[in-house]
């Protein structure tokens, strides 16, 4: 939180003078700094037993924890169709828990017809956008990945970016695609030496730093002056409501 600007009301006739701040390095700063290791889930968009995209989101958990993270990732095996069963499923409150722990993610689909997975859309469309007075995606780090069957495409992890926004999630920068991914992969599931690994270490160690730049200050980062509005009128009307 930021001080109120003292400005003249008749300056501003649309704007709220009472709930406006002005944005400052102090408030970057965190009044405490996290000790505990950064901590990662990761999401993948298929079932195949032989998955790449598992096994390079698998390359990438690798990397985090080399980097000192902790990791956890979510198996989407069981995981029902968003709005077939409700949400006391035990795989929805798995998913659910493991993102309200996170601090960051990583999102990693197949490009199927042109798009990400379905399996990978209902993890995401499982996730609510809040969940009473929290907002559990709201200013976490987000990384997005995908593998092709042919030639480089941008489709799936351009869909993913429009997730991330739309879940308030701060998407870092650089991203990984995979091109023919059936041959960038051994027979023990590890990633060939090439450019394609090489830009995967390139987005984990961006994901990394941003998440330590970002996690102890998320909650200032995303916060908006519609929401304090919309919360101080929410706060008037009860306030209103108990003297009746």
Not at 8 to 21: G, I, M, N, R, S
Not at 181 to 189: I, L, N, S, V, Y
Request: glycine residues 6%.
């Amino acid at each position: 939180m930021t001080d109120a600007l003292p400005i003249k009301p008749e300056d501003f006739p649309a704007l709220d003078t009472q709930l406006f701040q002005r944005p400052s390095l102090e408030a970057l700063r965190p009044a405490q700094l996290s000790t505990h290791a950064p901590r990662f889930l990761i999401l993948y968009g298929s079932l195949r037993e032989r998955s790449f995209s598992r096994l390079l989101a698998e390359e990438a958990g690798r990397l985090l924890q080399a980097m000192g993270g902790e990791v956890r990732f979510f198996n989407p095996s069981g995981l029902p169709l968003p709005d077939d069963s409700s949400d006391s499923h035990p795989k929805v409150q798995e998913l659910r828990e493991l993102v309200l722990w996170s601090e960051g993610m990583v999102w990693s689909s197949p490009e199927r017809h042109g798009a990400m997975t379905g399996v990978m859309k209902a993890q995401v469309d499982w996730i609510p956008l809040s969940s009473g007075a929290v907002r559990p995606t709201q200013g976490k780090t987000l990384a997005v990945m995908q593998v092709s069957g042919g030639s480089q495409s941008f489709n799936a992890v351009n869909q993913l970016r429009v997730l991330g926004r739309w879940m308030r999630m701060l998407t870092i920068p650089n991203q990984s695609s995979v091109a023919k991914a059936w041959q960038e992969f051994d027979e023990q599931g590890r990633m060939k030496p090439s450019s394609y690994y090489d830009r995967v270490v390139d987005v984990m160690e961006e994901l990394y730093k941003f998440t330590l730049l970002t996690r102890d200050i998320g909650p200032c980062l995303v916060d908006r002056y519609s929401e304090r509005k919309e919360s101080a009128e929410a706060l008037s009307q009860r306030m209103q409501q108990s003297k009746l």
